[in-house]
């Protein structure tokens, strides 16, 4: 999921999947049981949360996969974060906003990992024109 901001990726879509280059290394490390931001079309789980579930109002349990819409990355990275403080491990994949409030107050208490290039989501012409990054937030019960 995302939104573009840039005119030759402007969309108000919020529905992208995430390239198979970046989730199936994540997915084989990690084997992630629930996609908690997804669509029956983009869902990385055969276990997920779509809009009309609303995950940001949900209990994750297992090991989560995130790829939240662009336009409220802060709400879902600080859910993300409060999820793993209950013992829920979640794998975040958010643009690399290094100089956001909710970077600061997330993002650095996980481990973090930048990701190398423009990955092209599915159903987009060309990669993205930002950074991403990698979120770990690990179960504190591991």
Known sequence: ????????????NQVYETPDE?????ND???FTLD??????TAKCENYFD??????QQEWSGVC???????DVK?????AYEESLKGTTVVCLVCAKTNTNWFHAYCLKGEIRFVKGRPKFKGMMHGL????LIVVFRNVND
């Open 129 to 132: 024109p930002f950074p991403l």
């Open 75 to 79: 709400s879902w990275i600080k859910k």
């Open 51 to 56: 809009e009309k579930m609303n995950g940001l």
């Open 1 to 12: 999921m995302g939104v573009f901001n840039n005119q030759r990726f402007a969309s108000n």
């Open 22 to 26: 970046l989730f199936v290394p994540l």
């Open 29 to 31: 490390e990690f084997n």
């Open 65 to 71: 996969w995130m790829n939240p819409p662009f336009k």
């Open 36 to 41: 908690v931001c997804a669509d029956k079309e």
